[in-house]
């Protein structure tokens, strides 16, 4: 029996629809299971902009650093999109709150489901077996180098910067990662170009002496987004940087089906953060029409985090049980389609109390 306080960032467009659907599951895993959750609800992202002239407020963030755990729903706005030159974005939020939380390793399940095999837009074949978790560095490289321009704006430079205890401390949720999945892990680097690869892989080189029953491989990014598509099955785990990362997660995500289906976390504090892989959003806002698999699955993964890993292995097969029936949302064209609230409802009923 647990008590918990959430902070809960539920942010724009569709976020707050879909974490409606993954509060009411954890507060039906409270009843079955006995534990209380509080949420405790703050803006972040554009909703916040418009409250407070911040994307992260400091309240949001103090309120972040003293909660058990984070759940946050998306995002972003077109208003933002279509303006590059407007100073302040929603997701300047999002990396200040990684950063100053200490959030380092983005983990992104992919699988398939036998049962929606058919909106992958690989042949069915491709997808059986297809198992893997992406590891990417979350505080460093190119998105927090130095940037900017030069002779007059017309010359712009991002740098890629990483250092070994980086490097080290990623590569080792890597490995501790694929020893409790199925003992493979694959380095994804530019190592033929780019000199901060060159030290992701000697790093990993090294430290693969003291993790024996791991297997290792090293793979090129661009091959490895070929694999992607052409064997993805052959992937356990995949650790890689910060820019990398955020591009192969994406187009691994299309795998499933559905963006609606894939969960994350962003963990390397105490706090952790847990949230659906897909945007805001905006035009979808109050129809009733987006997924909250995704989300609820991220509930899961936060109870797992929590300590409560059979509470989450329950809500994953609550998930499954409501998809395997037939029923869901417009996107996975089911065979009985519901609305947001409709399929939160259904899986919470599926947790049974």
Known sequence: MGSFKIAVLDGDGIGPEVIK?????????????????????????????????????????????????????????????????????????????????????????????????HLSPLRPERMVGVDMLIVRELTGGTYFGEKGRRDGGNTAYDTCIYSRAEVERIVQVGFEAARNRRGKLTLVDKANVMESSRLWREVTQEMAANNPDVALNYMFVDNAAMQLILNPAQFDVIVTDNLFGDILSDASSVLAGSLGLLPSSSVGAAVGMFEPIHGSWPEGAGQDRANPVATILSAAMLLDHLGLVAEGDAVRHAVNTTLESGVGTEDLHPQHKVGTNAMGDLIADALGA
Request: glycine fraction near 10%; aromatic fraction near 10%.
């Open 21 to 117: 659907q993954g509060i009411k599951v954890l507060d039906r895993v409270g009843v079955r299971f006995g534990h209380t959750f509080h949420y405790h609800f703050a803006p972040v992202g554009a909703v916040a902009i418009d409250q407070t002239g911040d994307p992260l407020p400091p309240e949001t963030l103090a309120l972040c650093k003293e909660s058990d755990a984070i759940f946050f729903g998306a995002i972003g706005h077109p208003r933002f999109d279509n303006d590059p030159t407007l100073k302040v974005r929603p997701e300047q939020g999002l990396l200040r709150l990684r950063k100053e939380l200490g959030l380092y390793a983005n983990l992104r399940p992919v699988a398939g489901y036998a049962q929606l095999t």
